[in-house]
């Protein structure tokens, strides 16, 4: 995956705040759209085969307004969740840059697994219609062309039914497995084997979330499309309806009992430099939140009441915005150190560009920073507030490293002197006035 980290140049500390929203926001459309997926599928397949066995028509029916709920189109799939993909993979390349640990490879891995899903997905989605039309073929005129067709739409049903579940499993999983290491990219000092990334407690306690997520999510969404005022969706019999009333709320009360059971779990495997006051304060509120929204659904179906399911579903995503910006609040955190690497990155590199263009004028000149900033303190051959540089420079003869660092975060040298308060420089002017002071000391 180097040519993904290849293709990234060192950004400026505004822009990577930029990036950071805009992972944020890749999240809120990407992990709603994923869950739901996920969710749909399983139930559609689930109760497929349960309506097929059983005869029972409301299951097939609910299978199929399932499978439809999140695959009307196919670009959906692209809007939401491919091209949200791509935009992470990019914002990891751009955020951890130089960095020894890399995202690429398992985002990428993850992209890899999407689609295989989507093609699944889709099918299962097809021959479910395609069962149906041939089962509509009247039984007597049956020849065995049709017949064989229809044993075989059966067969590529069941199959593609299954392996969209088992590869939205493995998507999920393998997300999970690259948002758990993207907090911990500061706590390794080289790229940690596949094996350590992928069985690891903290991605297992995350995919558990996201599959928690996942029924939830699906039971609220069709709760709303069916039940919300104004619904264009009709239900076909009270029979019907009383079924996909219970269902759906039994299921969101479960799962909101559930997630956060899950999100607690997930704060207690992040590594320490992950946890802060706001991150905290966004878990509590997201499970007090989820708490209370899964009482709210058990007065629902107590009084077999739905007035309220466009609210809940509306605080439901709300709360899942709040869960995502704490954890990217907690990678944020989890990489400020990474965050210091990459303006001085970037420091340099603006020099470097400034250099070639030959732009004289916007070159930091030593003389000027020494005019501007040093010249209250400091003389070369007197003492003024400070020592005169020609008796402190000596003991830096070749050494203009220590001499840089020394001006960027200067430390208590020498008794007779107040310490030299910090002149708040960047990496790349602190290089600047050392070169300028030592060569005027040098030239005398
Ligand atoms: C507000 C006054 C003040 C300013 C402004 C100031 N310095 Fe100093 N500087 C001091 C003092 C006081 C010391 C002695 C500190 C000590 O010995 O602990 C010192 C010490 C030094 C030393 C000697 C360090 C050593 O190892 O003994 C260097 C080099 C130096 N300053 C460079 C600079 C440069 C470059 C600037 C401008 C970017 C600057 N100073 C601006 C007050 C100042």
Redesign the pocket.
Known sequence: MDFIDNLVLPQSPEHMELLKDLLILTYILFIPYITLLLGSTILSYYYSGRGIKEENSSFISFAKDLIDLVTFTKSVAFGFAVIPLFSALFCYAQLLHENPVSLSPYISLTILFLFISLVFVYTFKHSFHLKDILSQVDENKIDSDVNHYKSSSVKLFNKSGKYAVLFLLITLYLFSASIELSFRVQTYTETPSIIDVLISFSAFTYFMYLVALSFGLTSLVVLFKYFRPNSETKVKSEEYSEFLRTKSLSLGIVSLLIIPFTVALNIITKPGTALTSGVFTLTIIAILGLLFLGNFLYVMLKYANTRYTTSSVFVFLIILCLLIVKDQLAFSSSTHKQYFVLASAFADYEQKMMEEMGGGAAVISGED??NG??I???KFEEKL???P?NS??P?YEGKQED?VK??LN?V???PD?????N?G?KPNEAKA?AEY?VNMYQSK
């Open positions: 920073i020494f900033r040093c209250a303190c400091h507030v400070g020592p540089y402190v420079l003991k001499l020394f001006i200067p208590k040298v020498n002197y107040p310490a030299m308060p002149q420089l006035i002071i």
